[in-house]
């Protein structure tokens, strides 16, 4: 069970603001993880966290995202990081 409330973007329930951040974040990464749905209690917070992420990641990438998720993931494997 989640201490913290997951908002679901399809919720017709969850506050305008909330849900437009998700859909923001969804779309600048091509899905949504359950962190985005917690944080999205707070849609200022989830929308700083969309742009670090695009810009940390994504901006000016010449890689597809696949291929940076692929980086990424195989960074965390060899550094014996928990994802």
Do not use: W
Not at 2 to 10: N, T
Not at 12 to 37: C, K, Q, V, Y
Not at 40 to 56: C, D, E, H, K
Request: proline share 5%; hydrophobic share 45%.
């Amino acid at each position: 069970m989640a201490r913290i409330p997951l908002i679901d973007e399809s919720d017709p329930t969850a506050a305008a603001d909330a849900r437009t951040a998700l859909l923001e974040a969804g779309a600048a990464r091509g899905s949504l993880l359950n962190i985005h749905r917690a944080m999205a209690n707070r849609p200022n917070v989830l929308q700083a966290f969309t742009g670090l992420i695009q810009a940390a990641y994504r901006k000016d990438s010449t890689l597809k995202p696949q291929h940076g998720e692929l980086a990424y993931l195989t960074a965390t494997t060899v550094n014996n990081c928990f994802y």
